[in-house]
């Protein structure tokens, strides 16, 4: 008999006809030697001078949501696969404004959970500190045993006595029914454990803090160790952090900080960087990237795996091995082998927008485009926004008699008095630098109809303007910029809370940032970013 008892429950602009944006710029911090920070600080518990900051509920990922049943239940399916991913140019998938439930996401959830309970009933020796009990006696001694392990890290904390009444009662009244077994009733706590509010979604209340200035909370240890764990791992906290936060250890900017170093070096944080990293550099829809088959004919699925898999390499490698933001941008580490190797050989790389994986993903079928390309270094590495084109406006490009470059017909285009002009000159400059590169990330030093690449380009940022030439003098000059550096703090930021950055996160940002050692790491940014006010205070609900 199955349980049917679920529960549903700048700034840029400078051009009057390109508005675009810049989210909330601030003074950028310079960076030093081979990271982003300053001479240094600390990360201990000073006077607190920036506002506190709302920090609105926000519902498990589809990513998130795999990684939490395969470590709590060891369940390698992948179920939320067939969920849509939300995809912006300036949101991650975790954003709280992505957070509406419809009746195909309830009906996963309900019909995920069944099939979760179902699957974990043979295995239930392996995944409980007790099975298939005897009597009734042992029944109710070993229930109380999950509800103590299983319960607590699915729901993030040790449950209330009412919350320990509810799930029991589930359990009596399935098992109390004509026919039921202990699987019966296991089945339906489980389901409930797995379909309810505490396990799908992210709540931080916290407790108010007694004279502040302004309305200001504190983020309980167990809010914490849940937006921790979720970051830094992509699920729930282990017993270490949940021990830790109920038992005091979590309270402190000191102790959330040694938290988080422990956990940057589980392999688990691995994953959860490039959650971050994929999403931050757009590669998401790799899977689905075409070239066409006749100028490209080595492009297929294999490829683009592989290509993804050694971006995924290198930035995991960069992030895991203590590298620093100038690492990412500037490394040339690879394990291509292969067919991708072949496409790599006797190129110029460095950093992460000369993998063939980035480069693919931001091109057409056919040719280039140094306006996607541009587009998403402006969106992705500057912050800045840049405006869709006008609606019923002509993006073709006009003809030219004999033979041109894609950077002459651009060149034309924009000279026809185009209204797209204004927007294009702050994106095209920055992709010519990668015309050395083709549509699928090859070398390349003609087009296809033999004219030589002109692989010069120039980067305007922070208020400085930068000559360059290829992908490698590119990559240099954005980890050169402090504007690009901010950036990245600032894509780290917008992960790390589920929400865009507001003014009030100025004070915040640029904390966090004059909080950082000289030569940061990666992982020192993220420290930076869970020890600040913002990641641990927040303004008091109404």
């Known amino acids: 008999m199955r349980s049917q008892l679920l529960l549903a429950a700048a700034t840029f602009a400078a051009f009057t006809s390109c508005v675009g944006s810049v989210t909330d710029v601030v003074p950028e911090v310079p960076g030093v030697g081979g990271g982003i920070g300053t001479t240094g600080g600390g990360t201990g518990d000073g006077p607190r001078t920036c506002r506190p900051v709302s920090a609105p509920m926000r519902a498990m990922t589809a990513r998130q949501f795999d990684w939490v049943v395969e470590d709590l239940l ?34 996963f959830y309900v019909s995920t959970a069944e099939a979760l309970a179902t699957n974990a009933l043979p295995r239930q020796a392996t995944l409980f500190p007790c099975a298939n009990p005897t009597n009734a006696t042992a029944e109710s001694a070993c229930l109380d045993q999950i509800l103590d392990t299983f319960a607590r890290r699915a729901w993030r904390h040790t449950l209330s ?102 956990m940057l070096a589980d392999a688990k944080a691995r994953r959860g960087y490039l959650d971050f990293s994929r999403q931050w550099l757009e590669l998401e829809t790799i899977d689905a990237v075409n070239k066409d088959s006749t100028r490209f004919p080595s492009w297929n699925a294999m490829l683009a795996t592989a290509a993804a898999s050694e971006l995924d390499a290198f930035a995991g ?11 990412l941008m500037l490394g040339t580490q690879t394990n291509a082998t292969g067919a991708l190797a072949t496409v790599y050989a006797g190129s110029t790389r460095a950093g992460v927008l000369t993998r063939v994986a980035w480069l693919a993903t931001h091109a057409h079928p056919l040719d280039t485009s140094p306006t996607l390309r541009g587009k998403a270094i402006r969106t992705r590495f500057l912050c800045e926004e840049i405006p869709a084109p ?148 927040r303004e008091s609900l109404p």
């Not at 991913?85 to 309830?106: G, K, Y």
């Not at 039921?180 to 979604?201: C, E, H, I, K, R």
């Not at 992030?319 to 690492?327: N, T």
């Not at 030093?445 to 030589?452: C, D, I, P, Q, S």
Request: with cysteine; aromatic share 6%.
């Open 317 to 327: 490698d960069t992030f895991a091995s203590g590298g620093s933001y100038r690492d």
């Open 74 to 107: 060891g369940d390698t399916t992948r179920p939320a696969r067939v969920l849509q991913r939300p995809q912006s140019e300036t949101r991650f998938d975790n954003h709280h404004e992505w957070i509406a439930p419809d009746e195909v996401l309830l009906r």
């Open 161 to 262: 006595a009412d919350e320990r009444t509810s799930l029991r009662t589930v359990f009596t009244t399935v098992r109390g029914l004509t026919g039921a077994t202990w699987n019966d009733g296991l089945s339906a706590v489980l389901q409930v454990l797995l379909q309810s509010p505490q396990f799908l979604y992210l709540t931080e209340v916290g407790s108010p803090v007694a004279n502040a200035e302004r309305p200001t909370s504190q983020l309980t240890p167990i809010e914490v160790a849940s937006r921790l764990s979720f970051l830094l791992w992509g699920s729930v906290p282990d017993v270490t952090l949940l021990d830790a936060a109920e038992q005091g250890r979590l309270v402190t900017k000191d102790d959330v900080s040694r938290e988080a170093r422990r």
């Open 390 to 537: 006008p609606p019923g406006v002509n993006v073709m490009l006009p003809n030219i008699a004999g033979p041109s470059t894609l950077r002459q017909r651009l060149a034309a285009h924009l000279e026809a008095g185009s209204s797209c002009a204004q927007c294009h000159i702050l994106m095209d400059p920055i992709g010519f630098g990668l015309e050395e590169y083709d549509a699928m990330g090859a070398g390349r030093t003609t087009e296809t109809n033999g004219l030589a690449i002109d692989s010069t380009g120039s980067l305007v940022a922070g208020g400085n303007t930068t000559n360059f030439t290829g992908g490698v003098g590119l990559s240099q000059a954005l980890a050169d910029s402090t504007q690009a550096q901010r950036c990245y703090v600032t894509q780290t930021w917008r992960y790390a809370h589920g929400r865009s950055e507001t003014s009030k996160d100025r004070c915040h940002l640029d904390a966090a940032m004059a909080s950082l050692p000289p030569q940061a790491t990666l992982q020192d940014l993220v420290v930076a970013v869970v020890t600040s006010d913002a990641f641990l205070f």
